[in-house]
């Protein structure tokens, strides 16, 4: 008696969940590059406005120059014309002169001795008023040459203190943002005009001290460690920062803005603090705040 032949048994896998990681890494990917290219265009604005005031700054003491021209040459002109008119003066006298006998050439000779006399001052007065214009034209060229080394030498400072800022990630939604960890990293930061800063030095104390719309209050100070903690009160709310160390920033949300506000601490001292917060410039109110 033959027997049937079994049918092989195949076990179907269950479908594969969600790869959710590679849409979360794009989106990371495309935050940070739009970051980059913003920096990129307001770097690129900071040079176009340096290129601009220098620009202006040359053209208003070129201006300045012109002036001094025109007016020192409307003084040379006077000058040369009262030089003329004494020369035809005093070619009249010397004619008197030679036709005058006695005490009457004698006159007429004292008269072209002054005469002569004064040419010769207006002749002198004409030459300092030549070489007060020659001067001031090249002050006024070294001071536009000094004035351009000057702003290339601050721009050029500018970029590299930008350049070497650093760049945090903070602990909402992995939001990065640069840092300043001292007064002129802070002073490029205020250049890039990307968030309003205020700087703060705040005292432990039984009050709070008010920041920008933030109320402030050191509970604890470790100046050998650097670590410190802080009480915040936003929009009426409080919570404590523990165990934070300098140049790390702490991030939060207030009603006004979508974007979070950000404390930095560049320095813990005996029962002080000194750092700054960093607001966005737009304050669009949040969805659902």
Do not use: C
Request: proline share 4%.
């Amino acid at each position: 008696m033959s027997s049937t032949p079994q049918q092989p048994t195949y076990i179907i896998p269950p479908p594969a969940g969600p790869n959710w990681k590679t849409p979360v890494l794009i989106v990371i990917l495309v935050l940070l590059a739009a970051s980059n290219a913003f920096l990129f265009v307001q770097l690129d604005r900071l040079k176009t406005d340096n290129r601009n005031d220098l620009s202006k700054l040359n053209t208003d003491l070129n201006r300045a120059i012109e002036q001094m021209r025109i007016d020192s040459s409307a003084e040379v002109q006077r000058a040369s014309q009262s030089v003329r008119e004494l020369q035809a003066r005093l070619a009249q006298q010397r004619r008197a002169a030679e036709q005058a006998v006695g005490q009457a050439k004698i006159d007429a000779q004292k008269r072209v001795e002054a005469l002569q006399n004064q040419v010769a001052q207006e002749q002198a007065l004409q030459k300092q008023a030549i070489d007060s214009v020659k001067q001031t034209a090249d002050t006024a060229t070294t001071q536009i040459a000094s004035v351009s080394t000057d702003l290339g030498t601050t721009k050029s400072q500018l970029e590299q203190t930008i350049a070497n800022l650093k760049r945090a990630t903070g602990e909402l939604d992995n939001h990065t943002s640069l840092i300043a960890t001292n007064a002129k990293e802070l002073e490029a930061l205020k250049e890039l005009g990307e968030r309003n800063y205020s700087e703060f030095t705040i005292v432990k104390a039984k009050k709070p001290t008010r920041v920008g719309d933030v109320m402030i209050e050191v509970k604890k100070v470790d100046p050998k460690h650097n670590r410190f903690t802080l009480a915040l009160t936003v929009d009426d709310k409080t919570v404590e920062k523990k165990d934070r160390t300098i140049n790390e920033p702490i991030q939060f949300y207030t009603s006004k803005s979508h974007q979070p506000d950000e404390i930095v601490v560049n320095s813990v001292k005996k029962n002080t603090i000194v750092g700054y917060l960093s607001t966005p410039k737009v304050q669009n109110t949040r969805a659902g705040s």
